[in-house]
């Protein structure tokens, strides 16, 4: 999937660089911001102001999933094609995680039920 360079890119990108895409998102089929902040506690463990000062410190990718709180054990259950890569398939641990939130966020944007987008 990608090149290592253009993963590496990825990577280095900031959290906070993306973050407004997320809500724009979410936002223009009328999900909010506090739901776009309970699909990535759920995916992360970042709490509220986890998610702040990831924002604030403009940690990138590779450092927001190396130390998240707490990566949930239902990851596995996201499955599916995003960017056209099948998530399950893509070999790099990483990019699996940044592939997973992108995933939870489109679920959201597309106006899955919340149970579901969380796996329950």
């Known amino acids: 999937m990608g090149s290592a360079a253009n993963n590496e890119r990825v990577f280095a990108m900031p959290f906070a660089s993306v973050y407004p895409h997320y809500v724009a998102k979410v936002g223009k089929k009328g999900r909010t911001v506090q739901e776009l902040h309970t699909v990535i506690t759920w995916l ?68 899955r039920a919340m149970e579901k987008i969380l796996r329950k």
Not at 75 to 90: A, L, N, P
């Open 44 to 111: 992360t463990g970042y709490d509220e102001q986890g998610i702040a000062k990831v924002i604030a410190d403009k940690t990138d990718f590779r450092t927001f999933f190396a130390e998240a709180p707490q990566l949930n054990p239902n990851v596995g259950m996201i499955t599916g094609v995003i960017c056209g890569y099948r998530i399950e398939d893509i070999e790099n641990p990483l990019m699996q995680k940044l592939r997973y939130l992108d995933k939870l966020v489109d679920e959201l944007a597309k106006g």
